[in-house]
């Protein structure tokens, strides 16, 4: 078993024994924990950051390699499925369809499976999760949607000191990641990824600790957690 796949299965086995408690104690079913999507340039420290919370909120992270390893398995996806509401279940293809339709892409399939794994994570909960437009699938009343950024000199110097990088590597992994992510979702979600409008909270590194940035963070979520409970209880 790869570390991926360790990684997966352990998710999956959190939400299957949570949903299996649930139903013991149907009288009073607990609400799951919200989702937090990160979307970082490359040598922010936003990876750095997405692990830190996740530890402070006790979350899985989950990044892009892990995403897209649960969209090409089809007994992933059914896992995952099978430990929803079956409310929610029902109403999952409906939510994914209206959500793209109209995109002139040629992922199709794949935005389809990304669409179902996605808003079936922020439906279970409990994790951090790295990328891959979860911010753009969930839109602004589901999870709390963070971007950080830091000036491209910072970025090239802490992939330097963080990652043994020349100054050569850190310059092209930067600019290789930057039209990477942006066309990444440009072509998917038709946005743009700098976009502040896009996010709930844009934390910039450059003077910021990341435990300050965790602690930022938690407060945000506690507060846009709190304001979502008191508006439509039955959307998805």
Not at 53 to 80: F, M, P
């Amino acid at each position: 078993m790869t570390s991926i796949d360790a990684i997966i299965n352990r998710q999956l086995l959190r939400w299957e024994l949570e949903r299996k408690q649930a139903g013991e104690n149907s009288k009073e079913v607990p609400r799951p924990e919200p989702i937090v999507t990160i979307s970082r340039e490359t040598g922010s420290r936003g990876s750095y950051f997405g692990s830190r919370l996740a530890q402070k909120l006790n979350y899985q992270r989950l990044h892009r390699e892990v995403i897209d390893a649960i969209c090409r398995s089809s007994g992933y996806r059914k896992r995952i499925v099978e430990s929803l509401d079956r409310r929610f279940r029902g109403e999952l293809e409906i939510v994914v369809e209206s959500l793209f339709t109209g995109q002139s892409v040629n992922h199709t399939d794949y935005l389809r499976h990304l669409g179902n794994v996605v808003l079936s994570m922020s439906r279970l909960g409990g994790v951090v999760l790295m990328g891959r437009g979860g911010n753009f699938i969930l839109g602004p009343k589901r999870g709390l949607h963070i971007r950080v950024v830091c000036p491209r000199e910072k970025r090239i110097e802490n992939l330097i000191k963080y990652k043994d990088y020349t100054d050569k590597e850190a310059i092209k992994a930067i600019d290789t990641s930057d039209v990477q992510r942006r066309d990444f979702v440009r072509k998917l979600f038709s946005a743009d990824v700098d976009s502040p409008l896009h996010y709930d909270l844009v934390l910039n590194s450059a003077l910021i600790d990341v435990e300050e940035m965790v602690d930022t963070a938690v407060t945000a979520l506690n507060a846009k957690m709190d304001k979502l409970s008191h508006l439509h209880h039955d959307e998805l």
